[in-house]
Structures are given as C-alpha cells and as structure tokens.
C-alpha cells in the first residue's frame, strides 16, 4: 500500500491506546535517519486546547509535549510540520491527532516524506 497527501509519502505510522497519565516513545527510520521521538501528555489551563512544544531536539532524539490533548471530540495538528530532513536532504513531516475515551488516549502519528532526489517529471507531448 502507498499513500501520498499532497506530495509527501507516507512512511511510518501508527495508532495507539495510551492510559491517562503514560506518555508514549515513538521509533523508526526514514531513509537512513533513525528517529526517536517522546510524547508527554499534559493540562495546562493557561494554553489553548491542542497546544504543543518541541521541548528537546538533539537530531536522534526529540521530546514533543502536548497540552490539553483531552478532548472527546479530538485535537490535531492542523497542518503538516516538518520534523527534519534526511541525509539526502528530504523533508520528513508528521502529524498527529489525539482522542480521549474515558481515562484512555486514542493516539494516532503519522510521518511523511517530500522526496525531492526522487522526483519523476511526465514528459508531455
């Protein structure tokens, strides 16, 4: 299966069912970049519903805190943000959304790549 959304091919992604207080550890490669990445759930009453912040980046390692992700109704990112890009030079984005059922998080990730070295053009005639 291949699943492209605006240009950029899908790579990794997964659903998950996280109890209330656990965070979540995310780990995988995107052509020859091995990317972990920690997810901490919080409430934060001065943020908005759906605020986030890249806490730490070391290039191998991120941690992404998600406040107010509690919603029934659900919250996600609004758009694609790119995480980084690859040794050739590729833009690697993610999006995520989060449900709360009951005490537990539905948890859904998704990681794309813009492969800009692999680019095919149609010739028209």
């Known amino acids: 299966m291949e699943v ?3 240009n950029k091919k899908l790579i990794y992604s ?3 069912l996280v ?3 656990e965070g979540v550890s995310i780990k995988f490669n995107a052509l020859g970049w091995d990317i972990v990445l ?3 759930f919080s409430k934060k009453e001065d943020l908005n ?3 986030w912040e890249l806490v730490s ?3 191998s ?3 992404i805190n998600l406040y107010n992700w509690d919603e029934h109704t659900g919250t996600a990112l609004p758009e694609f943000v790119e995480l980084g890009k690859t040794d050739n030079g590729d ?3 993610m999006s995520f959304a989060c449900y709360f059922i009951g005490s537990v998080r539905k948890f859904e990730a998704h990681f794309y790549i813009e492969q800009q070295s692999a680019k095919v053009e149609v010739a028209s005639e």
């Open 4 to 6: 492209v959304i605006d």
């Open 14 to 16: 997964t659903s998950l």
């Open 19 to 21: 109890p209330n207080d």
């Open 38 to 40: 920690e997810f901490n």
């Open 49 to 51: 519903l759906g605020a």
């Open 57 to 59: 980046d070391d290039n």
């Open 61 to 63: 390692k991120a941690s």
């Open 91 to 93: 833009p690697v984005y």
